[in-house]
């Protein structure tokens, strides 16, 4: 009986070679699976790639609202940022990715999928956990880890194969995208000591060249996720894109990143993520209007293992539903608005409200007709610091004695 793959398809040199060598390895029909996430490509025309290089069906999926969604969103509330850096917008897209591969595969019967990830990288995982967690049944094929082509053997099996090979096929950089981020590695961005080269940027502009002029925004939150831009409400969407033109243009979302992968290695990472980079800031500082000390404090240990579960591929893991249903109940509160200043590569919160805001000016003001009661400070302050003068106390009096 003939075998049945359903395989991630990006149009690229990899994934082609990826369809012709499983129709050749397990005399496999191949049906392709392409995800528009806002990776900005022409998915008709990498459909009918697909279909001219044999493969038996070809589904091209807009999934940018339900990426948003059910995905973006919930990684602002957390405050998503992997060692306080990268906004994890790779790693959102890949259990995505393969809830869509499980779907198809079961839609059309499939034994396997298959996809292109490498052994080095953290997308391998991410995938595959995913995929088993819906369906263990069905098996993952990785390719990439099987055949050990060098970049002349993939590109002598395309010639062979009538594969056409793109005339940017010696470009020096792996580019992946989504609305919520592009990263960018290979070449000399491997070389952690050198400044990368202006053309690996696409979507921001060099500080130097942002306008002379600061640009302002408000964003508005409800219930932790952004809604309105400028007094304008907007779709998830609509919203995102409209912020990574608006803070790309002044040079805002550009992150140099040294990090560390799951299987161990540890990389540098070029990302350009406006749109997250100005997001994520306002919320965390609208987090601090509405939320008590208590809450912000622990929310940052909770954001910080949230983080690290997407980056490492246990999207499905029952924890980050647990931390969800934490982060969702802090986030009731989480309302109002923001305004952001832009400005030569800088990005800046210059304002904040909310109804649920915390701040009292009558406590807060340093006026003489302040509410606030100076004279409660001293015994606060006798309390506070009890134990740590005694301990001080014993610790000299151990001194004195010798011990």
């Not at 998830?236 to 002044?250: M, Q, R, T």
């Not at 591929?313 to 309302?335: K, N, Q, S, T, Y």
């Amino acid at each position: 009986m003939t075998k049945k793959i359903v395989l991630a398809y990006s149009g690229g040199l990899d994934t082609s070679v990826l369809l012709k060598w499983l129709q050749q390895k397990y005399e496999a029909e191949v049906i392709t699976v392409t995800l528009d996430v806002g990776q900005r490509e022409d998915l008709k025309a990498i459909g009918e790639k697909a279909e001219s290089l044999g493969a038996i069906k070809h589904y091209s999926i807009d999934a940018k609202d339900e990426f948003a969604r059910k995905y973006v969103f919930p990684a602002i509330k957390a405050n998503a940022l992997y060692e306080g850096k990268y906004p994890v917008s790779t790693a959102l897209s890949r259990p995505l990715i393969a809830e869509k591969l499980v779907e198809v595969a079961e839609k059309e019967g499939a034994d396997a999928i298959a996809h292109g990830c490498t052994g080095k990288g953290n997308d391998q995982v991410r995938i595959e956990v995913s995929a088993r967690a819906l369906a263990p049944e069905i098996d993952v094929i990785a390719p990439v880890r099987e055949w050990n082509m060098t970049r002349d053997a993939e590109i002598k099996f395309a010639e062979e194969n009538g594969i056409p090979v793109p005339v940017d096929v010696d470009k020096p950089y792996s580019v992946d995208q989504n609305l919520w981020g592009r990263s960018v590695e290979c070449g000399v961005l491997e070389h952690p000591d050198v400044e990368p080269p202006e053309e690996v940027y696409e979507w921001t502009v060099p500080p130097e060249k942002a306008p002379d002029k600061p640009e302002y925004l408000t964003i508005r939150f409800e219930e932790g996720v952004p809604i309105a831009l400028n007094g304008e409400e907007m779709s998830p969407v609509s919203l995102i894109e409209a912020l990574n033109s608006l803070a790309g243009k002044h040079g805002v979302g550009r992150i140099d990143h040294m990090e560390d992968r799951l299987v161990g290695i540890k990389s540098r990472e070029i990302y350009e993520c406006p749109a997250a980079t100005v997001i994520i800031e306002a919320h965390r500082d609208l987090e601090k209007l509405v939320l008590t000390r208590h809450e912000v404090y622990f929310k940052q240990q909770v954001d910080g293992l949230w983080s690290i579960l997407v980056y490492t591929g246990l999207w499905m893991d029952p924890l980050r539903m647990d931390l969800d249903a934490f982060i969702d109940e802090a986030e009731r509160r989480v309302c109002g608005e923001v305004r952001v200043k832009l400005y030569k590569g800088a990005l800046h919160v210059v304002g904040r409200s909310s109804p649920f805001s915390l701040y009292d000016l009558d406590l807060a003001t340093y006026d003489i007709e302040s509410t606030f009661d100076q004279s409660s400070s001293a015994g606060f302050i006798e309390l506070w610091g009890l134990q740590t003068r005694i301990a001080n106390a014993l610790k000299r009096i151990g001194e004195k004695a010798g011990v």
